[in-house]
């Protein structure tokens, strides 16, 4: 069962949980894959409401994205499992299958072929309508500094080395699942 939601009517509930993480999920090959984030933003661009995500050239999600432009956003309601935040954020979909690891619920989506996740439930179907690398140029020294030292190997999931690209992802659908 989803029960549809106006998504802005939940705005404050999705960015105060972006801020301590929620999962990016994404689908290629037949494979589902979930990575923690904790930056996103969410606004209007073109009349539409989009949901842009933030990925390190490293991820495997941006593999997956590459290969198929597609999204769901996946948010915590109440009580869940802490444990799948951190999971999600430290392991990679290079050499694990963490949705069968963490033994995660997927939903059938509405409109897009990447389902959703009953334990996180609060969900965000999103197609991706523009990407950008982040010219590093264009990146003030402080913030370069902070998040990109160069001092951490690719390899690692605290790699610092590589630059952000920001997916935009037009949300389709929004809803919760019950
Ligand atoms: C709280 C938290 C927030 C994170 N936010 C982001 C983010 O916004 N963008 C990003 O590229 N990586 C972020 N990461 C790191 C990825 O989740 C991590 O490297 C993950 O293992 C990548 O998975 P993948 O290789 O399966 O895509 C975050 C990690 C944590 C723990």
Same mark, same amino acid.
């Given at each position: 069962?989803?029960? /549809?939601?106006?998504?802005?009517? +939940? &705005?404050?509930?999705?960015?105060? &949980?972006?801020?301590?993480?929620?999962?990016?999920?994404?689908?290629?090959?037949?494979?589902?894959?979930?990575?923690? #984030?904790?930056?996103?933003?969410?606004?209007?661009?073109?009349?539409?409401? #989009?949901?842009?995500?933030?990925?390190?050239?490293?991820?495997?999600?941006?593999?997956?994205?590459?290969?198929?432009? !597609?999204?769901?956003?996946?948010?915590?309601?109440?009580?869940?499992?802490?444990?799948?935040?951190?999971?999600?954020?430290?392991?990679?979909?290079?050499?694990?299958?963490?949705?069968?690891?963490?033994?995660?619920?997927? !939903?059938?989506?509405?409109?897009?072929?990447?389902?959703?996740?009953?334990?996180?439930?609060?969900?965000? !179907? =999103?197609?991706?309508? +523009?990407?950008?690398?982040?010219?590093?140029?264009?990146? =003030?020294? /402080?913030?370069?500094?902070? @998040? +990109?030292?160069?001092?951490?190997?690719?390899?690692?999931?605290? &790699?610092?080395?590589? @630059?952000?690209?920001?997916?935009?992802?037009? #949300?389709?659908? &929004? +809803?919760?699942?019950?």
């Amino acid at each position: 069962m989803k029960k /549809e939601i106006q998504v802005f009517d +939940y &705005a404050s509930e999705i960015m105060k &949980a972006v801020k301590t993480g929620v999962l990016l999920t994404t689908k290629s090959d037949d494979k589902v894959n979930s990575m923690t #984030i904790s930056w996103g933003t969410l606004g209007i661009e073109w009349g539409k409401p #989009i949901f842009t995500v933030f990925v390190r050239e490293n991820r495997f999600t941006k593999e997956q994205l590459e290969k198929n432009p !597609e999204f769901t956003i996946n948010i915590p309601m109440g009580e869940f499992n802490k444990k799948i935040l951190g999971f999600c954020g430290t392991k990679s979909g290079h050499n694990i299958d963490k949705i069968s690891e963490l033994n995660l619920t997927l !939903e059938s989506p509405d409109k897009i072929s990447v389902p959703a996740i009953k334990e996180l439930p609060l969900t965000l !179907e =999103c197609k991706v309508v +523009y990407k950008q690398e982040q010219d590093r140029n264009e990146i =003030c020294e /402080e913030t370069k500094k902070v @998040f +990109y030292p160069q001092d951490v190997d690719s390899s690692y999931h605290g &790699a610092n080395k590589d @630059f952000h690209t920001a997916y935009y992802g037009e #949300i389709v659908s &929004a +809803y919760i699942v019950e």
